[in-house]
């Protein structure tokens, strides 16, 4: 560690107080931002790095869809570091405590939707930018800030920022699996849709129908029970993540006509749609889901000879959960971007880092690593998260803090 960034951290009680790092965060949590929906916050993202004299601005990833990026040092010249984070949140399921976009702190925790996944590290990404700006220290390297849409789609606003040419030497992505691990290896997602279509009739006549919700179910049995082998009978399997392949079948709707009509249920459904997340390891790619898939769907099809079956990857825009494939990524926990986080966390702040690599079950995870590794970036995920059984409805201060602050170190070290 140089003398520079030993200093730096010296100041960082003053550069970086834990009460606006928490108002920060709960500014964010104040604004919903359903994936989809996560422009207003995009804004005030960017008005927020604007009043603290960081460059920013907005990139349109779709129409009316906007993304925020900033820069803090130079303006030329390749990043040395990226912070990057998903303004989207995950949606807010039964059991919420209290008003969810009305941050709450009881003793360590801080309450509020999308804290956990992932505003928290938004605001640490966002304290550690201003910390650098605010010591006037002069950067040698850009730092390159990256809020981003889609990530619970498979990624698209990180698709989007490299697309545009944006880049760096290395990248951290606080994702909320705990400033004690930093992960380099995790699972691939692909999300497809399991569409069924038949023949609806009366209640009177069922027999003449095919009643698709029935069918459905059957697949989704086949699908289970299926150990997904590849055409040359390998299964999608490996010993470092045992309990993969995994398959959620999480969301369902039947119905009549195109659009699931819930109405006249005195007819069977002929149409039926469930919604798949599947998890796999490495070395697997998505070309080999889709062939380990196709043998399932031939087995459903001569099954239920009178059903139209179909795996529709990506699924129907309309349901919301994207297509783009997200791989897994494969790194070597030995990076020199882990010895760092790991080296500043314990100069920062009381955590050490207990994991790195590979960290079950955290490492199933999918997330926007896998691209920018992918793009020849060095990364991994490293990310304040909360503690208990109501985890996901929380995130711990004093985490938070530590990565901030392990992040502003870290950009003064790579990029000053």
């Known amino acids: 560690m140089t003398d520079r960034v030993a200093e730096f951290i010296a100041r960082l009680d003053t550069l970086l107080p834990e009460s606006e790092l928490v108002e920060l965060a709960a500014g964010l949590a104040a604004i919903p931002s359903p994936t989809g929906g996560e422009t207003e916050l995009a804004v005030h993202i960017r008005d927020l790095l604007e009043r603290n004299g960081i460059r920013s601005e907005l990139h349109e990833v779709s129409a009316g869809r906007q993304q925020t990026v900033g820069w803090v040092g130079p303006a030329e010249g390749k990043p040395g570091l990226l912070l990057n984070g998903h303004l989207d949140i995950d949606p807010l399921v039964l059991g919420h405590p209290d008003d969810p976009y009305r941050a709450r702190r009881v003793g360590d925790k801080l309450y509020g939707a999308g804290l956990h996944n992932m505003k928290s590290g938004l605001a640490a990404i966002l304290a550690a930018a201003m910390a650098v700006r605010r010591s006037e220290i002069e950067l040698n390297k850009p730092l390159l800030l990256e809020f981003v849409v889609g990530e619970l789609q498979g990624g698209l606003g990180t698709r989007e920022?490299?697309?545009?040419?944006?880049?760096?030497?290395?990248?951290?992505?606080?994702?909320?699996?705990?400033?004690?691990?930093?992960?380099t290896r995790t699972a691939g997602v692909y999300k497809f849709a399991v569409v069924v279509r038949g023949v609806s009739a009366h209640t009177s006549r069922s027999h003449e129908g095919v009643d698709a919700l029935a069918v459905l179910r059957g697949v989704c049995d086949l699908l289970e029970d299926n150990r997904l082998r590849l055409p040359d009978g390998a299964a999608?399997?490996?010993?470092?993540?045992?309990?993969?392949?995994?398959?959620?079948?999480?969301?369902?709707?039947?119905?009549?006509?195109?659009?699931?009509?819930?109405s006249g249920v005195s007819y069977c459904a002929d149409k039926a749609t469930a919604l798949v997340d599947l998890r796999y390891p490495p070395p697997f790619e998505p070309a080999d889901v889709a062939d380990a898939l196709r043998d399932v769907l031939s087995q459903a099809t001569a099954r239920y000879p009178r059903a139209h079956i179909a795996f529709d990857h990506p699924p129907d825009p309309v349901f919301g959960v994207g297509g783009t494939d997200m791989p897994p990524m494969d790194v070597p926990g030995d990076s020199a971007i882990v010895a760092d986080v790991s080296k500043l966390l314990t100069e920062v702040s009381e955590f050490t880092v207990e994991e790195t690599g590979l960290a079950l079950p955290y490492s199933y995870c999918g997330n926007d690593t896998t691209h920018l590794s992918r793009a020849g970036i060095e990364c991994c995920l490293f990310g304040p998260r909360g503690a208990g059984a109501d985890t996901e409805h929380h995130v711990l201060v004093s985490e938070m803090s530590a990565c901030a602050r392990t992040l502003a170190a870290l950009a003064v070290l790579r990029c000053g």
């Open 236 to 262: 999608l399997y490996s010993d470092d993540f045992p309990t993969l392949p995994r398959l959620q079948i999480a969301s369902m709707v039947a119905g009549r006509g195109e659009a699931h009509d819930l």
């Open 161 to 183: 920022a490299l697309r545009r040419g944006l880049t760096a030497e290395a990248a951290v992505v606080p994702e909320p699996y705990s400033v004690r691990r930093v992960i």
